[in-house]
């Protein structure tokens, strides 16, 4: 009896010291209205649990500004040992984030680079410049722009919105790989907007993608039997999905649809993929990005050297964010069910 006593209480007290030293982690992402970022939270927050730490996750409504602003703030006055943050406006922590700093709170911007702040200490994400090259690349191999006898095709660009920093890579990487054949004429953009200002869209809104492409279809007359339209850059699926909707309102269908980019492999996406109304999605596996961050986190609890792999690209105004690189995966109809649903990030049923 007294031996089981002592070992009851001795297994109290190494509770009670593991319960001690479980490092408190703030995670902050944007909304839960968008499929990828309410995946991103829950499985960050999963694997976190499950390295030992505790773990407090909000969403910023649905992308509201001081929303996450006053949620940031009660992170750094509840003293989060790490905070891990996907910003909605990249410039708009910068005051808030001084806080962090003045407690030596380290911060890991996470997919998203908040800009203009000396108090972010890492970056984890995908290489974005090089998931706007894969989308570009896409592009002229599809339309077939470098073989002899290919004749001018018409494209139109969209992006995502100007305040994610991620657009510049976006849409930089893209525009490095098509504006030679813009310039060129081998691809033209009817309605001339090219410039990231032009083809932006707010909050990568499905809606506002839409609206836009309706615009498009009016007042160029793209459509089935109109003026033809062979290939949508889309930065994202969000994006992506408004564009269809537009699409398929004036008749386009698997058999007409142009080729269409997206990223993400969003549920829709992936399910119009399959109808062949979207062409091909970015997979920036979420359980990847979060399994890394997951090892940043535990790094700097343990004090240790944190992992990164790029020391060069990513400047947000204060000087270059130390950043680790995920890599992007394209998926077609061809390859999703390998990708997707056999890798256990979907089910069948999910994206029937």
């Known amino acids: 009896m007294?031996?089981?006593?002592?070992?009851?209480?001795?297994?109290?007290?190494?509770?009670?010291?593991?319960?001690?030293?479980?490092?408190?982690?703030?995670?902050?992402m944007p909304t839960q209205s968008l499929q990828r970022w309410n995946q991103d939270g829950h499985n960050l927050e999963r694997q976190l649990q499950d390295a030992g730490h505790k773990v407090e996750l909000l969403y910023a409504g649905d992308n509201d500004i001081p929303t996450q602003l006053n949620q940031v703030e009660n992170m750094i006055a509840s003293n989060c040992d790490v905070l891990v943050i996907a910003p909605i406006d990249g410039s708009s922590l910068?005051?808030?984030?001084?806080?962090?700093?003045?407690?030596?709170?380290?911060?890991?911007?996470?997919?998203?680079?908040?800009?203009?702040?000396?108090?972010?200490?890492?970056?984890?994400?995908f290489d974005n410049y090089k998931v706007g090259q894969i989308q570009g690349n896409y592009l002229v191999d599809a339309l077939k722009l470098n073989e002899e006898g290919t004749d001018p095709k018409n494209i139109e660009l969209f992006t995502g919105s100007i305040d994610d920093n991620n657009v510049n890579f976006?849409?930089?990487?893209?525009?490095?790989?098509?504006?030679?054949?813009?310039?060129s004429g081998k691809l033209i953009c009817k309605s001339g907007q090219t410039k990231k200002e032009q083809v932006a869209t707010l909050n990568w809104s499905t809606e506002e993608a839409q609206k836009r492409m309706e615009n498009l279809i009016a007042s160029i007359g793209y459509g089935p039997e109109g003026t033809k339209l062979d290939a949508v850059l889309s930065s994202n699926d969000s994006v992506a999905n408004g564009i269809t909707n537009a699409l398929v309102s004036v008749g386009y269908n698997a058999e007409n649809f142009p080729i269409l980019t997206g990223?993400?492999?969003?549920?829709?996406?992936?399910?119009?993929?399959?109808?062949?109304?979207?062409?091909?999605?970015?997979?920036?596996?979420?359980?990847?990005l979060a399994d890394q961050v997951v090892r940043m986190v535990n790094a700097i609890v343990e004090k240790k050297d944190v992992p990164v792999n790029d020391t060069i690209t990513y400047n947000n105004g204060t000087g270059v964010i130390p950043s680790y690189l995920c890599t992007p995966i394209v998926v077609t109809k061809d390859n999703l069910k390998e990708v997707l649903i056999e890798s256990g990030y979907y089910t069948e049923k999910e994206v029937k």
């Open 94 to 125: 910068t005051e808030v984030l001084t806080a962090a700093k003045d407690k030596g709170i380290p911060v890991v911007s996470y997919d998203r680079l908040i800009m203009n702040s000396d108090a972010i200490s890492y970056y984890a994400t």
């Open 2 to 28: 007294k031996l089981k006593t002592t070992l009851t209480t001795l297994c109290a007290a190494l509770l009670a010291i593991s319960s001690a030293n479980a490092a408190k982690i703030g995670v902050s």
């Open 170 to 183: 976006f849409f930089g990487g893209a525009m490095d790989v098509l504006k030679p054949y813009l310039d």
């Open 263 to 288: 990223q993400d492999c969003d549920k829709p996406s992936v399910k119009n993929m399959r109808r062949g109304i979207q062409t091909m999605s970015i997979f920036k596996d979420t359980r990847i």
